[in-house]
């Protein structure tokens, strides 16, 4: 039996989807009000549960073989470290250590790359590059670092675990609306668009799914994996989206300084209406940061292989359009 925690998100409702795809048994453990339309229709065994209530990852790891910890609070808004240290620290060590108590065989542990500290431009980005509990790149990242750190220090107690670390996720079965996902839909209006110069490592989830599902049959205890798939201009996602639904809208490509402040109004706007931005500093900075991230380790050991980012655009507008037809 395989143990999801987080079933309901982008990468935990198609991890879902991977392992029955391989006919293997789900347990799903969603929170009491937890959206499940993403996990509707599928073979599954939905168990109530919170990470931060041990007592009921006890009861969810019964004849549990793998748990898939993907649970976490995945917020680039100012405001929101409190929450986030509970849920993506106390909570990932909360999860490990139930794994250990209940001798499961192997728990995968979603991280982020943006746990990793983050290198000047030049110097590429792989699994030899240390997690970072103080980075200064935001309370998302910190925490991410500090909850994957007290997973490997469960290693050294006994559990076999592996971390793994996927980049930028976009693809089908978004039924939350990611940030990205919003990103690529609004590429295919036809208006005038605003974007960026910077760039950035983007992958499909479907392939991350794959991917986690490799870790937890090949990965070696205690190491870390990169689920990386390729770097892309904002502008090219752009002009690979117009391509696809065969538009073309003129754009004009805001100087940074700018989007800066526009960004820093949008965040002031999130707190008076909780409406969330496109636009947020952490995305301005993160697009203008190093983005050469290798997945070699992952291809050598797992059998790793993303699709290419075209692909996964297009299957992302089909999806859309099958979800929430016009």
């Not at 041990?54 to 910890?69: I, K, N, S």
């Not at 192997?106 to 746990?115: D, E, G, L, T, Y």
């Amino acid at each position: 039996m395989n143990l999801v925690t987080g079933a309901t998100g982008h990468i935990g409702n198609v991890l879902v989807r991977e392992l029955l795809a391989q006919n293997q048994p789900v347990r799903a453990m969603v929170l009491p009000n937890d959206d499940c339309r993403s996990l509707a229709g599928l073979s599954v065994e939905k168990v109530t549960g919170n990470v931060l209530e041990p007592e009921t990852l006890e009861r969810a790891m019964e004849g549990v073989d793998t748990v898939y910890h993907l649970a976490g609070i995945i917020s680039i808004m100012p405001g929101a470290e409190t929450l986030m240290r509970k849920v993506n620290v106390d909570g990932a060590r909360n999860t490990a250590q139930a794994a250990l108590r209940a001798g499961v065989k192997r728990m995968v542990h979603i991280s982020s790359i943006h746990a990793l500290e983050r290198l000047p431009h030049g110097v590429c980005i792989d699994e030899s590059v240390p997690f970072a509990p103080d980075s200064p790149a935001g309370a998302y990242d910190r925490t991410k670092a500090e909850g994957t750190l007290a997973v490997l220090q469960t290693v050294e107690q006994g559990l076999d675990a592996v971390i793994a670390c996927p980049t930028g996720v976009i693809g089908p079965y978004d039924y939350l609306g990611s940030e990205m996902g919003n990103v690529i839909l609004s590429f295919a209006r036809k208006r005038l668009h605003f974007v960026i110069k910077g760039a950035y490592d983007f992958v499909d989830v479907r392939d991350v799914a794959k991917g986690l599902t490799q870790a937890a049959a090949k990965g070696r205890n205690g190491e870390t994996y990169i689920l990386s798939g390729a770097r892309i201009e904002i502008p090219q996602i752009k002009q690979i989206v117009q391509d696809i639904i065969g538009i073309h809208t003129p754009h004009i490509v805001v100087p940074l300084w700018l989007a800066e402040f526009f960004a820093g109004l949008a965040e002031s706007f999130y707190r008076l209406t909780h409406a969330i931005p496109i636009l947020t500093r952490y995305a301005l900075r993160t697009v203008q940061e190093n983005c050469n991230i290798s997945n070699a380790k992952a291809r050598a050991e797992l059998g790793y292989n993303p699709r290419p980012l075209r692909e996964s655009i297009a299957d992302t507008l089909a999806w859309r359009r099958s979800f929430m037809p016009a």
